[in-house]
């Protein structure tokens, strides 16, 4: 209501001020009275309706921006009405349309760099784990769907390695599901620390972990897996679950010939098994 009762008060002044200054015209330019005026009533909408956007930080350029625009467009609108002279077309017309103009760009440039950033911000939300900051599942199929095609597109290869922490499920019973999450989040949080830029890491479901690297062979993938298993063994494990051991499985594949990245997934995975089946906390390759 409040800017309802500026924007009338603004044109009854622009209006009076022009009436009173300066002389009528003979010939009233109709068409350009028309189309001004309806510039002047969208400047004032948009004035109205960028209140909805009151507690960001670019909505003060955009309602003055808009105000002033407006202001500069009733100003123009009258000119078809009054003759004006120079020095007022100038100041009123031009400048405030000019400052008007610049703040909205201003309000626009900040509204489309948060709009951006939000963008962003959704999408590795989209892709990450809540609960050990990792890639989730599908951000790590993005990796490993990444990976496979620099992997053909280069004529190299990689490999994938599953991750699944042993006996879990002990874990869980015995010292509750919230203990459990804590062991996932400090392990995740170690794995992305340990590992570096070109080892993609995430969390592909459960208990369950997934590694791809570039570029390497299944001896150096294995390597990496006993590295990791070495490291996480020495690594303080929450005390929410006392001295209770926590150790890990692993399943090594390479990529081969024209297989798909599933392929090698499925191929870790019947790696990952053996080592259970083996014993748990041990490496295999398949």
């Known amino acids: 209501m409040q800017k309802i009762i500026i924007i009338i008060l603004t044109a009854l002044l622009s209006y009076g001020f022009s009436a009173w200054a300066f002389n009528p015209v003979d010939d009233i330019r109709m068409f350009n009275l ?7 009533i969208m400047a004032a909408f948009f004035f109205l309706k960028v209140d909805a956007l009151k507690n960001k930080p670019y909505h003060i350029y955009l ?4 105000y ?28 405030m349309k000019l400052l008007g103009y610049a703040m909205v760009f201003v309000g626009v440039k ?41 992997a053909v ?17 002990v874990i869980n019973d015995t010292y509750g599901h919230v203990a459990g999450d804590e062991v996932l989040s400090v392990m995740g949080k170690a794995m992305l620390d340990f590992l570096n830029e ?7 479901g459960g208990e369950e972990f997934a590694i791809s690297e570039f570029g390497v062979s299944l001896e150096e993938a ?27 499985s692993f399943g090594v594949s390479q990529l081969k010939g024209d297989a798909s990245y599933l392929d090698v997934v499925k191929r870790a995975d019947r790696a ?11 490496v295999t390759v398949l």
């Open 110 to 150: 900040k509204w489309l760099e948060e709009y951006h950033e939000m963008n962003l911000a959704l999408n590795r939300q989209a892709i990450t784990d809540g609960l050990t900051g990792l890639y989730n599942r599908r951000g790590m199929q993005q990796q490993l769907e990444k990976t496979h095609q620099r």
């Open 272 to 282: 990952l098994y053996q080592s259970k089946t083996a014993g748990k906390n041990r």
């Open 68 to 95: 002033m625009a407006f202001v500069a467009l009733c100003a123009d609108s009258f000119d078809q009405l009054f003759y004006h002279n120079e020095l007022y077309t100038a100041v009123v017309e031009k400048s």
């Open 198 to 204: 070109t080892q993609k890491v995430g969390r592909w």
């Open 153 to 169: 597109e280069e004529k190299r290869t990689y490999c994938v390695i599953v991750i699944d922490v042993d006996d879990f499920k």
């Open 222 to 248: 294995a390597v990496t897996c006993e590295e990791v298993r070495m490291y996480l063994a020495e690594h303080p494990m929450p005390k929410s679950i006392a001295d209770h051991p926590v150790t890990m």
């Open 63 to 66: 309602s003055l921006g808009f």
């Open 34 to 40: 028309v189309t001004e005026s309806f510039t002047a």
